[in-house]
């Protein structure tokens, strides 16, 4: 079983940033998914912990970035440039990385939500 606790949610106004962060309870590939209202849950990045490597959902690509902190067990999503149709929770997930293709979750955090105004 992988703990995962996101935090960083919050609200903000259309064109603006926020940073979510999410601590795993062991080193694993994790990455992030969001469930918009009134629909259903979307990949939106992921990175491999081995590598380092990452994969963005075209979405977001440009705009958000995900990294890792290795020592902390820590992955975060940086999201710039932020716009309404972004609101959803938010949810950290471990899981199997795939460079082309969204991760496949196997644990779930219990997700942050984030609201944009415009």
């Known amino acids: 079983q992988v703990q995962l606790v996101e935090s960083g949610g919050g609200l903000v106004q259309a064109g603006g940033s926020l940073r979510l962060s999410c601590v795993g309870s062991?080193?694993?590939?994790m990455g992030w998914f969001r469930q918009p209202p009134g629909k259903e849950r979307e990949f939106v990045a992921s990175i491999g912990w081995n590598t380092g490597r990452t994969n963005h959902a075209n979405s977001v690509k440009g705009r958000f970035t995900i990294s890792r902190d290795n020592a902390k067990k820590t992955i975060y999503l940086q999201m710039n440039s932020l716009r309404p149709e972004d609101t959803a929770v938010y949810y950290c997930?471990?899981?199997?990385?795939?460079?082309?293709?969204?991760?496949?979750?196997?644990?779930w955090g219990q997700g942050t939500q984030v609201t944009v105004s415009s």
């Open positions: 062991i080193p694993t590939s």
């Open positions: 997930v471990s899981g199997a990385f795939y460079l082309d293709s969204p991760m496949k979750p196997q644990y």
